[in-house]
T-cell receptor
Framework: DSGVTQTPKHLITATGQRVTLRCSPR?????VYWYQQSLDQGLQFLIQ???????AKGNILERFSAQQFPDLHSELNLSSLELGDSALYFC????????????FGPGTRLLVL | KNEVEQSPQNLTAQEGEFITINCSYS?????LHWLQQHPGGGIVSLFM???GKKKHGRLIATINIQEKHSSLHITASHPRDSAVYIC??????????FGKGTRLSVIA
């Protein structure tokens, strides 16, 4: 158990819908990272927050947004869902923002029908 | 942007065999990470290294900065080592760039 929690574990929804994925980092970790893992692309970095502020942005679609709250939990919002958004979404956390070990949550498996 | 290549893509071994998984990257890095993804999907960080060699139990990770290459070795492999092993790199505070992973199956 990494200490990072993600909810929900599984999510099935329809095209055009909007969903929210939630992540709670390990106690004391200030950075939260979001990753997408699809079958054909592998793991891709989406976005990083550090102590409530956006720190780095990857290949995140404009339909996707995220935020980190004062209690350091984070939410990833996916809207106008398309079939191609079906993937595993992982959250990871680390103590600060540099090069250091990241601790991954169990992931949310999203299926868009 | 860094390109990360792993080989082999798939590997089947008999229990007890010594296993090597390779990772090459195209641009200088600050750190290289080895991750293990279990069949259920969960990801565990195995090693983070920027030089030399690290060992944890039956796992050994090495890195050659000049050659931009890292290897992950598993000694006395066991069926519970069956997983996808993923190499990832970053430079300074840049985000991780991942390889596509090596799928390992260890047969009893």
């Amino acid at each position: 158990d990494s200490g990072v929690t993600q909810t929900p574990k599984h999510l099935i929804t329809a095209t055009g819908q909007r969903v929210t994925l939630r992540c709670s980092p390990r106690s004391g970790d200030l950075s939260v990272y979001w990753y997408q893992q699809s079958l054909d692309q592998g793991l891709q970095f989406l976005i990083q927050y550090y102590n409530g502020e956006e720190r780095a942005k990857g290949n995140i679609l404009e339909r996707f947004s995220a935020q980190q709250f004062p209690d350091l939990h984070s939410e990833l919002n996916l809207s106008s869902l398309e079939l191609g958004d079906s993937a595993l979404y992982f959250c990871a956390s680390s103590v600060s923002s540099g090069q250091e070990t990241q601790y991954f949550g169990p992931g949310t498996r999203l299926l868009v029908l | 942007k860094n390109e990360v290549e792993q080989s082999p893509q798939n590997l089947t071994a008999q229990e007890g065999e010594f296993i090597t998984i390779n990772c090459s990257y195209s641009v200088g890095i600050s750190a290289l990470h080895w991750l293990q993804q279990h069949p259920g999907g969960g990801i565990v960080s195995l090693f983070m290294l920027s030089s030399g060699k690290k060992k944890h139990g039956r796992l050994i990770a090495t890195i050659n900065i000049q050659e931009k290459h890292s290897s992950l070795h598993i000694t006395a492999s066991h069926p519970r080592d069956s997983a996808v092993y993923i190499c990832a790199v970053n430079s300074g505070n840049t985000p991780l760039v991942f390889g596509k992973g090596t799928r390992l199956s260890v047969i009893a």
